[in-house]
């Protein structure tokens, strides 16, 4: 298949690579150069544009940071036209079944989806979970709104970055569902990281204080998978310095957006606000840049 790739940030890159591997003829796009040539060096097409990328595409998919991103992408900012336009435009006359892997607000996801409808075309949402291990494995856990045509047209394209690809239902919902997810995640995180500085202000090694954690009822993803405290995790962040992975910044987007669709919906999120202002003000102090695992740092702050 012909697939344009735009986003090639970390969770981007080894997606688009995983499509390469798999024989697929893929043209990426992205703002950095030096991620563009990774990308040509493993065999894929390089463009000068989204635009460019696209054309002749069966399948566009993006991966971008945020929804004003994507809304920019596909339809245009400050009179300049987007890649919907571009694509009515394309010459080659192919209708691309398009996928955003980008975790943006359901609002967001209708919104564009509605207009890409309009021309003619379907349009996903498809975020994902699993950060960057799993991008690099193929084994995401894709979570898909919109049509169910859509839906198994874009299923074995999924298949090849992702181990489960999950129907959530109609435009939006893969981001509702994925919006839950990561509210839990930040919970989770800022809770292991909280525990964790317990016990080793109290006498604990962190590695022998997580491995009774995971065996017992507080193991969780973060603690099990993800270890906050440096040292204890082999392949962790916390054991390159933080570096790469999930942005403590892009972990305060989603944070915001579940906060966004809790008063939308007159929901209360007692503990997702409690996580967003930590995550916010971990930001606030200079660590946006940093993977969200990070967190651990605030609280040890005057160690
Ligand atoms: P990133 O910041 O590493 O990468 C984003 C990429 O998009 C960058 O390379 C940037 O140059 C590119 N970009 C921005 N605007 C562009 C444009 N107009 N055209 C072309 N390229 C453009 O982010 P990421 O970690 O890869 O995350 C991407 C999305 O996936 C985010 O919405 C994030 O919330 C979500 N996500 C990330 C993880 C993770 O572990 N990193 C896990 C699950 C979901």
């Not at 798999?22 to 040509?40: K, P, W």
Request: proline share 4%; hydrophobic share 45%.
């Amino acid at each position: 298949m012909k697939i344009a790739f735009i986003g090639l940030g970390n969770m981007g890159s080894p997606m688009a690579s995983n499509l390469v591997k798999a024989g697929h003829n893929v043209t990426v796009f992205d703002l950095v150069e030096s991620a563009m040539q990774a990308l040509e060096s493993e065999g894929a097409g390089r463009a000068d544009s989204a635009q460019a990328a696209t054309q002749g595409a069966d399948v566009v998919i993006s991966m971008l940071p945020a929804g004003v991103h994507v809304k920019s992408l596909y339809l245009g900012r400050d009179g300049a036209p987007g890649l919907l336009e571009a694509l009515e435009d394309d010459a080659s006359n192919i209708t691309p079944l398009i996928v955003d892997a980008s975790t943006i607000s359901p609002e967001d996801a209708r919104t564009v989806a509605a207009a890409a409808r309009e021309k003619g075309f379907t349009w996903l949402d498809a975020p994902v979970s699993g950060g960057v291990g799993g991008a690099k494995a193929g084994a995401l856990t894709f979570i898909v709104g919109g049509s169910a045509e859509g839906f198994e047209q874009a299923k074995p394209v999924l298949d090849v970055m992702g181990k489960n690809v999950f129907h959530a239902g109609e435009n939006g919902a893969g981001q509702v569902a994925k919006i839950c997810n990561n509210m839990l995640l930040g919970i989770l995180m800022s809770g292991t990281a909280e525990a964790l500085a317990l016990g080793v202000k109290n006498g604990m090694d962190p590695a022998v204080l997580s491995e009774i954690m995971k065996q017992s009822s507080g193991g969780n993803w973060a603690l099990n998978g993800y270890n906050p405290w440096p040292g204890v995790m082999e392949g962790a962040a916390a054991g390159r310095d933080y570096e790469g992975g999930f942005l403590t910044d892009l972990m305060a987007k989603d944070l915001g957006l579940a906060w966004e669709l809790a008063l939308g919906s007159k929901s209360t999120v007692p503990m997702g606000s409690q996580a967003r202002n930590l995550f916010a003000l971990h930001s606030a102090q200079g660590n946006g840049g940093l993977d969200f695992s990070s967190i651990q740092k605030l609280y040890r702050e005057g160690e």
